[in-house]
């Protein structure tokens, strides 16, 4: 009796999956290589998340309105990657006929050491990294501590409790930079302006990136503590630092791009002060130019206050004139190499908030 | 042999019912997302069965299937080790620490990294380990904490004023590279280079297998997991035997991406792969704590992560594999509960049949 039910169930479960087989008998299977085809390959996070994912494609939309008929097809980074599934992903999209490939983030390093030696006609960009020696391979290199050092001295001079706060998506070089340039830029302008900072996640837990209610935390623990000014450079956890100066009325500072544009910060833009701009989209569509016209350079390509590739916005107006003249001459002093950025936050000190 | 059979059908009949489930039930995600289901799973199983593939399959199994077994060793003690990923990220970067500072002869060099990981896998598991057996703390709560702690400290040590080392124009950061002498071959098979630790892993599910069926000390922690009071009662030593079994489970963990270090990146960087624990758990669960069903489980679990990438350049969302994983889990839970108790009840008619005038009589007796 037992047995006869099952067996029932179970001619009844063949059954089905096979009425399932009969309805999709029409494939998908990989299609013909398209030639005009840009290959992007995300870190952790992909081209959802504001952040360098999302500028590298916002990068290939603008080439594209330069350049129509291209396509592009772009595969996503996890937490369990190894090399060996980095490399797959990138024989992936060259399989696929991609020519050239947009590789982002510093993790990919290996795997592209290795792909782009097997694949000498194929042109890579890889985004924060250089692969030094390889002929076919741009290093997009940004000078993210020069914008972050433009918006430290632009809060400086909007403080009027001469107290700041730092908030850093994931604790790791990358992100350090952006702090040593901000509190760089503080101490410039006053080196008794209180300071305080605090990082969202530890790696291997890359959540800092993507956590607005860890942000709005920390941006209320901070103006609770005296700051009116908070940087953060930390991806979508930045949009919780926004609504809490909002609620606040406090400033907020952006990061990578203008975030008094994003549609996600509408609400909250009025207490976006400045933000610090990254242009990896500027880097990844000169780039991609730079392929299709034949003019493609291998080795480091560095992007810095000198030819625009990092700086400040003013959407809104809510810095004075005489803010952005003076954070202005000091873009040129960086820019003519006057003033030096520093990278580590340790070298620079300012009284603990 | 016809009672084999029937056992042997009823072993069979639930992870088969999981896997026909979870295909129906991706199928219908699938029709539902406007793509089709066959041409799909054609598409996964011919990607995956390429040569090449399948090494990187296999090489992906070995780390995942030290993380099953390490799962599979505390489940036995009922112990839920959710800090396999702590544990196993902790012990790798001492052991690329370790392996990095020092550069012995092979025969040398190559167990020492290999030790220093178990050592420090199962050093670490057994702070929580202490802490249940002497404190009564729950292994979740303190394994998720030691996760936690594990991960700020290796970012403390791992900054270039301490242990670690930063590339000039690389925002990674990693520990100093292990020399040559600590570099595990690979061997070169269907195009594809294959690591040897996987001997290793083989190693450690055959001793898994023994010491938990054959040893003494197995049956005290097998009966310690069924009931720790009846343990306790005739002899054992149960809260010592928590505590070791907590400290093996983290050995175990600390061998996971042993192979990926010492036959591939030689060196721990922020790149390292994590979240191995909850994939351990899962597989653990999926192969019912046995050393051959985890590896196939394991293997299973690569085989399906390989495809995604596939997925995703063929327009098919390529979150498909894991839901087909998350429906496997869980219509395997729920099968084997099925199968359990039809079992059960056919066992208690056939007892019923033999032992039934006794159990009359006894209860008369009971009335009497």
Known sequence: ?????????????????????????????????????????????????????????????????????????????????????????????????????????????????AVAKA?????????????AGAKNVEGLLFKAEQGSYLVGAAAALSSKSKSVGFIGGVNIPLIQAFEAGFKAGVAKIDPTIKYQSAYASNPPDFSGFNAPDKGHESALGMFQNGADVVYSAAGSTGQGAHKAAFEQKKWSIGVDADEALYASNAPYKTAILTSALKNVDVGVASFLSDVVANKFTPDAHLFDAANGGVGFTTTGGYLSADIVAKVKALQKQIASGAIVVPTDPKTVTLPQG | MNKKLSKLFWALIAPIAAILFSLIFVSIILMIKGAAPLSTFQLILSYGAESENIIAELNQTIAY??????????????????????????????????????????????????????????????????????????????NIMLNTIASGLIIY??????????????????????????????????????????????????????????????????ATGMSF????????????????????????????????????????????????????LALALLGRNNPIGIAFAAFFWAFLEQAAPILDLNGIPKEIVMMMQGSIILSTVASYEIVKRITRRQQQRLVGAVDAPQVVTEAKGDKA
């Open chain 2, 157 to 222: 040590l791992l900054q270039p004023s301490r242990l670690g080392l930063k590339g000039k124009n690389s925002d990674n950061l990693a520990t100093p590279m292990i020399p040559k002498s600590g570099w595990m071959p690979s061997i070169h098979i269907l195009g594809g280079e294959l690591y040897s630790f996987a001997f290793v892993a083989i190693g450690v599910g055959v001793l898994y297998w023994v010491v938990l069926n054959k040893s003494v000390f197995g049956f005290n922690l097998r």
């Open chain 2, 65 to 142: 299937y030290l993380a099953g077994v390490a799962a599979a060793i505390g489940f036995r003690m009922l112990l839920f080790n959710i800090g396999i990923d702590g544990q196993y990220r902790l012990a790798i970067f001492i052991a690329a620490v370790v392996g990095g500072a020092t550069n012995l002869p092979t025969f040398l060099e190559l167990p020492l990294i290999i030790l220093t990981g178990v050592v420090v896998g199962a050093l670490w598991a057994s702070i929580a380990g202490y802490l249940k057996v002497k404190r009564n703390i729950s292994e979740v709560i303190s």
């Open chain 2, 229 to 280: 009071r009846a343990a306790r009662a005739s002899g054992v030593n149960a809260p010592r035997m928590i505590f070791i079994t907590m400290a093996l489970s983290g050995a175990i963990a600390g061998l996971t991406g042993m192979g990926e270090l010492l036959s591939s990146t030689h060196t721990y960087s922020l790149a390292f792969p994590t979240g191995y624990a909850l994939t351990g």
């Open chain 1, 1 to 113: 009796m037992q047995k006869k039910t099952l067996g029932r169930a179970l001619a009844g479960a063949v059954a089905a999956s096979l009425a399932l087989s009969v309805v999709s008998l029409n494939g998908t299977a990989a299609s013909a290589a398209p030639k005009k085809l840009v290959g992007i390959a995300f870190d952790l996070g992909g081209k959802e998340q504001p952040g360098f994912n999302q500028l590298a494609y916002i990068g290939f939309k603008a080439f594209l309105k330069t350049h129509p008929g291209w396509a592009e097809k772009d595969l996503q980074g996890n937490a369990a990657d190894t090399d060996a599934s980095r490399a797959q992903r990138l024989k992936l999209l060259i399989a696929a006929g991609a020519n050239p490939v947009v590789v982002v983030g510093y993790s990919y390093e290996n795997a592209l050491k």
């Open chain 1, 119 to 131: 694949n000498p006609k194929v042109k890579f960009a890889i985004v924060d990294d250089n692969i």
